[in-house]
């Protein structure tokens, strides 16, 4: 097959057809069923716990589940990219010590996912009550908001030890690139048990929302015992032990300091947007954020899997020097995520009427429309990220990433008391865009592929049709 430029067909399979027939291609199978699973659960969540101008237990749900993520996140996330990057560097490097450096990494992360884990499972068992007791005595105007959470969180505590785990297990999958056995663990087995506890919760059971906490506590619990029967499978054939002797910890949680909220920003973000909602305007703003957020960026999990894959191929792609076949790559998968999200984008914005009635959150179009925008910025930002952690980027690169979510904070915040939650939105888009530039701007800096413009096309045509819904509507 000829080279051929990389807008033929000859030049996207002369460079990336084995990525098309692997790794991507498993991953992007995982997050189809990702996307299914979420869009589902989305709409049985509604349909269910929502009325007509009553969210207020889906507000309630959605507060629950963004403070347990976004926990998780803070938590375990560094731990399992950095891994993923020891793994990966780890085999590339090669030499007599491969097998024990990669043997020390697995024991170290499943050794701090699972201290992590369960010293949240008895944070969230305590602190509850705590703070209930503290807000009767000291704020008892604040107590009757507080109270529904108390067992809801306990519940949801339960969840943080297998979360934590499978989290890692994934790690490791992804720095052997056994991208299939990835898509095994999270979408076979994670998102599977996700999907049938929810169903069993709120459609067979007839369950409250605290109902749906509990049962998925129980269904993480055993996808973590699963991913890692499915793992210690992996190694066992990759003839890999796990050390649990000498093991790196400290590096290893210097690199998750440095390296988690690059790589968990986009998931962080969405979950601070929903506490922040539902601190300044309630449980009704908390269940419109959410809902619409969802929507609009529910392309991101189609996009990630560009980034994922560059992740532990990028140390062999740098080392094998070549500007060209780099920036090949890079546009690539930047053309790819920019035009799955215009799809994305003009395929939600056509029919996002009829699935706001569905979702009882009617008269949110102009909040979807706009935050459609923002699914584009949040594209880029999936892909891009993991390139700029493994070319040595990191800490420019969560520097931004903390600044972006400090303005998210504060902001944010104020934006929300005084507007509510097109406020909230208007700052959130601001936000990504001006981030996406100087994102773009630093990929420059360390692999000197300049993207500007593609950049520029890109983000007129996605402006251009936003424009266009707005004005239609």
């Known amino acids: 097959m000829s080279e051929g430029p990389l807008w033929t067909v000859a030049g996207i399979g002369r460079h990336c057809r084995g990525f098309a027939r692997g790794n991507l291609a498993a991953l992007l199978s995982g997050q189809a069923v990702l996307t299914l699973v979420n869009v589902a659960l989305l709409i049985m969540i509604n349909r269910v716990y929502a009325r007509p101008g009553d969210?207020?237990?889906?507000?309630?749900?959605?507060?629950?589940?963004?403070?347990?993520?976004?926990?998780?996140?803070?938590?375990?996330?560094?731990?399992a990219v950095g891994l993923t990057r020891r793994i990966s560097l780890a085999r590339v490097a090669g030499g007599a010590e491969r097998t024990m450096t990669i043997g020390r990494a697995i024991g170290g992360g499943i050794t701090l996912a699972a201290v992590s884990g369960f010293a949240m499972m008895l944070l969230g068992l305590v602190a509850p009550p705590v703070v209930y007791a503290a807000a009767k005595a000291w704020w008892p105007e604040q107590a009757p908001k507080i109270e529904p959470y108390v067992g809801a969180i306990q519940l949801a505590a339960l969840w943080l030890p297998g979360l934590s785990l499978g989290l890692v297990f994934s790690a490791v999958f992804d720095g052997f690139q056994r991208?299939?056995?990835?898509?095994?663990?999270?979408?076979?087995?994670?998102?599977?048990?996700?999907?049938?506890?929810?169903?069993?919760?709120?459609?067979?059971?007839?369950?409250?929302?605290?109902?749906?906490?509990?049962?998925?506590?129980?269904?993480?619990a055993l996808a973590a015992v699963l991913m890692g029967l499915e793992l210690w499978v992996l190694l066992s054939l990759e003839r890999q032990p796990v050390a649990w002797r000498q093991l790196p910890l400290g590096g290893m949680v210097r690199d998750a300091v440095v390296m988690f909220l690059p790589t968990v920003a986009p998931m962080l973000f969405s979950q601070a947007g929903v506490l922040v909602a539902w601190v300044a305007v309630g449980d009704q703003g908390?269940?419109?954020?959410?809902?619409?957020?969802?929507?609009?960026?529910?392309?991101?999990?189609?996009?990630?899997?560009?980034?994922?894959?560059?992740?532990?191929?990028?140390?062999?792609?740098?080392?094998n020097a070549d500007l060209k076949e780099v920036a090949r790559v890079f546009r690539l998968a930047f053309w790819g995520a920019s035009g799955v999200a215009f799809l994305f984008i003009a395929a939600v914005g056509a029919v996002k009427g009829w699935l706001l009635t569905c979702l009882n959150q009617e008269g949110q179009g102009a909040i979807l429309t706009v935050l459609l925008a923002a699914g584009f910025f949040e594209a880029v930002r999936v892909v891009f990220n993991p390139v700029l952690l493994g070319s040595g980027a990191e800490r420019s690169l969560a520097l931004l990433e903390w600044v972006s979510l400090a303005v998210i904070l504060i902001g944010g915040s104020a934006a929300a008391a005084i507007w509510g939650v097109p406020g909230l939105v208007a700052v959130f888009v601001a936000v990504f865009a001006l981030s996406m530039a100087f994102r773009i701007r630093l990929l420059a800096q360390v692999t000197g592929v300049r993207l500007w413009r593609e950049v520029a096309l890109a983000t007129a045509a996605v402006v251009g049709l936003t424009a266009v819904f707005i004005v239609v509507e």
Do not use: H, K, N
Request: proline fraction near 3%; charge should be positive.
């Open 286 to 319: 908390a269940a419109t954020f959410w809902v619409t957020w969802s929507l609009a960026v529910a392309v991101t999990a189609i996009c990630w899997p560009a980034g994922r894959v560059l992740l532990p191929a990028i140390p062999g792609l740098l080392r």
């Open 55 to 79: 969210a207020t237990d889906v507000g309630r749900l959605a507060a629950v589940l963004s403070l347990m993520t976004a926990v998780v996140l803070l938590a375990v996330s560094g731990i």
């Open 179 to 220: 991208m299939r056995w990835s898509l095994l663990a999270e979408a076979g087995t994670f998102q599977v048990l996700r999907l049938a506890a929810a169903a069993a919760a709120m459609l067979v059971a007839g369950w409250a929302w605290t109902g749906l906490i509990g049962a998925w506590a129980g269904a993480y």
